[in-house]
């Protein structure tokens, strides 16, 4: 019997190094077999309101695949737009691309085809490690996370810097053979800062192409 592994994962995890940290459910320095891991997306905005959906990209071109995540697991994205249409599509693409991480730990994208559709570079390498050790771990991902105050900052066509906060309070991992919930208190480290590069393909796909979590960033703090 084949074992059901991601094929992109399959193919990554062999020569990729953790040289930052990952956004599906906290950094890199955590791990989902402590309990200690969120699960993850992403959002855009100033704290306006909130919707439980990401917002579409504004950038036409690419056959975006669709992203999946599982009934238990809700993804809240705050301020999704800015009225700005290249800033939007920078936002638009980093919530696909957080979700995506989360579909590839949960199964709901099993060849990890969104993951390496907004992902590169280092980031592609942080994001297959990232799901690795939730399938060495045999966890996934449930609750709910927040995201918000996200600032753009457009470098030139091509190059972004994107940063934002996670809440992620009511996000935990969990056991997926006996179901159990590993929940924690929260605490200053249920809340995470990233800072983020993106580079827009020639399709017009902003990428991420790295990323850095700080948890438990005075920033983000309620």
């Known amino acids: 019997m084949n074992r059901r ?7 990554l995890t062999l020569t990729a190094t953790v040289a930052l940290a990952l956004s599906a459910c906290g950094s890199d320095d955590d791990s989902p077999a402590k309990g200690e891991d969120k699960s993850a997306s992403a959002d855009t905005g100033d704290r306006p309101s909130a919707s439980p959906t990401p917002p579409s990209s504004s950038t036409a071109g690419a056959d975006r ?20 249409p290249v800033k939007d599509a920078v936002l638009a693409d980093n919530a696909e691309r957080m979700r995506a991480v989360d579909a590839a730990i949960a199964g709901t994208d099993p060849e990890g085809k969104a993951l390496g559709f907004y992902n590169t570079g280092k980031a592609l390498e942080a994001a297959v490690s990232w799901v690795g050790e939730f399938e060495r771990a045999n966890a996934t991902v449930t609750g709910q996370v927040r995201y918000f105050d996200h600032e753009v900052e457009l470098r030139d066509k091509t190059t972004a810097v994107l940063t934002f906060c996670a809440d992620e309070s009511k996000g935990f991992s969990r056991d997926k053979k006996t179901g159990k919930v590993a929940k924690t208190p929260v605490t200053k480290n249920s809340y995470v800062q990233y800072n983020t590069s993106l580079d ?23």
Request: aromatic share 4%; proline share 8%.
């Open 65 to 84: 695949p669709e992203v999946e995540l599982p009934s238990d697991l809700k993804l809240t994205f705050e301020g999704a737009e800015t009225g700005h």
């Open 5 to 11: 592994r991601p094929t992109l994962v399959a193919a």
């Open 200 to 222: 827009k393909n020639a399709d017009g796909v902003w990428q991420t192409s790295q990323i850095l979590s700080t948890r438990g960033a005075a920033q983000c703090q309620p």
